[in-house]
Antibody
């Protein structure tokens, strides 16, 4: 069974940093692209970032580019999101999500983890 | 960025009704579209990928159609367990974008 378990969320002041982790199991981790997706309160989901299966390629939404860094450790089956210069508008539940298809960035998200809450507030 | 617009935002229907949700893209996404179901307190679950492909294990009550800029999700006979919020998402072009959601409620 595919499992994705996020950790690292919490309360942080504006301008602060957090590092999210996602532990993956039940599939060949280094064959699949991985994503971070967030769900702000009262809004629809927002894709945040994607990393290719090898880690060689990354993509970001405009509002986090230059502040967030996605990375992966294929030897540990782990995905990360380093979030710097956090803003109030980054407040959301953050999910890691596996690309449904191997080795392609054009892939729906399946499955998603259970999410970790990030609250940016003074 | 490609804007995804869903309608309606809230849908009231009776058990057994046929339900249709529409998703429009601001430019063509070909068939690179997915539909997700989200229940309270849970992560979204993939229902349909590449516009019309039913994800394994998902009830055949659900179907998807469309291509280019116009897509629909249909529930053939609404069941109580289908009460949820439904989102469309395009994965044709970065940044990947979601619709605002359609909440399905019982009339």
């Amino acid at each position: 069974e595919v499992q994705l378990v996020e950790s690292g969320g919490g309360l942080v002041q504006p301008g602060g940093s957090l590092r999210l982790s996602c532990a993956a199991s039940g599939f060949t981790f280094d064959n699949y692209p991985m994503n971070w997706v967030r769900h702000p309160p009262g809004k629809g989901p927002e894709w945040v970032s994607l990393i290719t299966a090898t880690g060689a390629g990354t993509h970001y939404r405009h509002s986090v580019r230059g502040r967030f860094i996605i990375s992966r450790d294929n030897s540990k089956n782990k995905l990360y999101l380093q979030m710097n210069s956090l803003r109030v508008e980054d407040t959301a539940v953050y999910y890691c999500a596996k690309g449904k298809e191997e080795s392609t960035m054009r892939s729906a998200f399946d499955p998603w983890g259970q999410g970790t809450l990030v609250t940016v507030s003074s | 960025d490609i804007q995804m617009t869903q309608s309606p935002s809230t849908l009231y229907a009776s058990i057994g009704d046929r339900v249709t949700i529409t998703c429009r893209a601001s430019q063509s996404v070909n068939s690179w579209l997915a539909w997700y179901q989200q229940k309270p307190g849970k992560a979204p679950k993939l229902l349909i990928y590449k516009a019309s492909n039913l994800e394994g294990g998902v009830s055949s009550r659900f179907s998807g159609s469309g291509s280019g800029t116009e897509f629909t999700l249909t529930i053939s006979s609404l069941q109580p367990e289908d009460l949820a919020i439904y989102y469309c998402q395009q994965f044709n072009t970065f940044p990947l974008t979601f619709g605002g959601g359609t909440k399905v409620e019982i009339k």
